[in-house]
């Protein structure tokens, strides 16, 4: 609450709200899929904390979103934010020496996945934009209830919560900090902490349990 200025539950609240949003803007999904998928677990919830935070309801807010063109039934387009610099190639190579065969791979500048959960079978891509800061996360996965986690996931995969300059001043202000650190530290600027799965069995469990695998090499 000292950092961030609210409560756990306020925090997770937003992240619910914010994530809803984007299924309207980014998605066809109806408003009862969408209030599911991003965890109200009702439709009038939903409403009500669209009208007291837009004093819009969901969908006099969806009339103004810029819509892509249809999509394919249960396929869907996100694109996430991140603070720059971000080392996407040193990332992929990183996910690359360590991609489990037959379900993960990295090529064409993309990382690609099947992912597992309650059931459920499907797959993701993630690529990136440079242009905009941005991850564009491509899903297929037939259940919707299921877009937040796994969007939540991706994101905890790839760290982007990170802030590079939050980054360099704990580094430089830190004991470890003196001036033969600064080539190599400079040139990795914008490198990422990903949480990767690193065998078959801790991947099973990584996308079929509510919690993230937190598991490193």
Known sequence: MRHLGASPIGVANTRRLHFAKKLIDETHLPMGQIAIASGFGSVRRFNAAFRKTYNRTPSEIRRFAHLASKQLEHEYLFRLHFRPPFQWDALLDFLGRRAIPGVESVEDGSYRRTISLNGDSGSLAVSIDESDSALQVRISFPDPRWLFLII????????????PNE??????????CDSSAEPSFSNSRGSRGSRHCSNRSAEETCWNNSRFCEGRD
């Not at 980054?167 to 470890?176: A, E, G, R, V």
Request: aromatic share 18%; glycine share 0%.
């Open 167 to 176: 980054i360099d001043s704990d580094f430089w202000h830190s004991d470890y």
């Open 152 to 163: 939540e996931r991706v994101r905890r995969m790839f760290d982007l919560a990170a802030d």
